[in-house]
């Protein structure tokens, strides 16, 4: 395994709208990391808990989960799970979240939860991945105070710039408030398809938007990365031949290259 000599880098990959590809770009982004040897953590925020189920973790079969660390019900060594990939821990998440909000009304800094936790067991790992749930609500809010940057997926399709007048208006809020470094490192084209004309005009318009912003590797629809969480593994560790396992090698190797990772 690699080692960095700095805190590491806490990505928030955050897009309120649903089913945009963000678990899927977070779990392979990882495990593309965990190949490069870079010591990689993903954090499942969303109580839909499909970030942990894809590395096989199903919350019925009990353990702590992200909620039982933010809450100090439970320490960091006893929510962080290994994967059969060396350089890739994993905290999963729980559909309990909703009894953790009621826990939690009236408590004041409530936002820095996820940052309090995190910075206990930071200096084992290079990059943080947190994968947010499809809203600009107290979970996705807590990633973006942790981080120090925001990946937003984005699906090429016909409305994908909505909504992200919203997002961006979030995370000016948040800079201001709590988290003056926050920036938005880029956004990635998912469910992109070559043969498409409307992919190309999706593409054209948000790199209009975010100029120098979107990264280079667009991640193409492939149906293995869609079968791949049914077997509880990344795509790479599931058919490493897969044009989706090829995208998120690239978008790896592209992410490390802007942060002066390589
Ligand atoms: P949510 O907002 O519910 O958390 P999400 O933004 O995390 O959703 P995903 O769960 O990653 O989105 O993707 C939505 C659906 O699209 C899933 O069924 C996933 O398997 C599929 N999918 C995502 N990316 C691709 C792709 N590149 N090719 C084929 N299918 C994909
Ligand atoms: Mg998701």
Redesign the pocket.
């Known amino acids: 395994m690699k080692h960095f000599d700095r805190p590491p880098v806490v990505i928030a990959l955050a897009?309120q709208?649903?089913?945009?590809?963000?678990?899927?770009?977070?779990?392979n982004l990882a495990a593309s990391l965990a190949v490069y040897e870079v010591p990689t953590l993903l954090v499942d925020m969303?109580p839909?808990a499909?970030a942990s189920l894809a590395f096989g973790l199903d919350y019925r079969a009990g353990g702590g989960h992200v909620y039982d660390l933010m809450l100090g019900r439970l320490s960091f060594d006893q929510v962080v799970r290994k994967t059969e990939l060396e350089s890739l821990d994993i905290i999963p998440s729980h559909p309990d979240v909703v009894a953790a909000e009621v826990e939690l009304v009236g408590l004041e800094d409530r936002t820095l939860l996820l940052r309090q936790a995190l910075s206990l067991a930071a200096d084992r790992y290079a990059v943080v991945l947190i994968?947010?749930?499809?809203a600009l609500g107290f979970l996705t809010l807590n990633a973006l105070v942790a981080a120090n940057h925001v990946i937003v997926?984005m699906?090429c399709e016909f409305y994908a710039l909505d909504g992200l007048v919203r997002l961006v208006q979030t995370i000016d809020l948040t800079r201001r408030s709590w988290n003056p470094g926050l920036d938005i490192l880029g956004l990635v084209l998912?469910?992109?398809d070559a043969r498409a004309r409307l992919s190309h005009q999706v593409a054209e318009d948000v790199e209009r938007h975010f100029p120098g912003k979107v990264f280079k590797t667009r991640?193409?629809?492939?149906?293995r990365?869609?079968e791949s969480?049914s077997h509880g593994k990344p795509v790479i560790l599931f058919d490493v031949r897969a044009s989706?396992a090829t995208?998120h090698m690239e978008l790896a190797a592209e992410l490390l290259a802007r942060l002066n990772l390589n």
């Open positions: 897009n709208k649903g089913g945009v590809g963000k678990t899927t770009t977070t779990v969303d839909q499909n994968d947010c749930p499809p997926p699906q998912t469910m992109f991640v193409p629809r492939n149906v990365l869609a969480p989706g995208a």
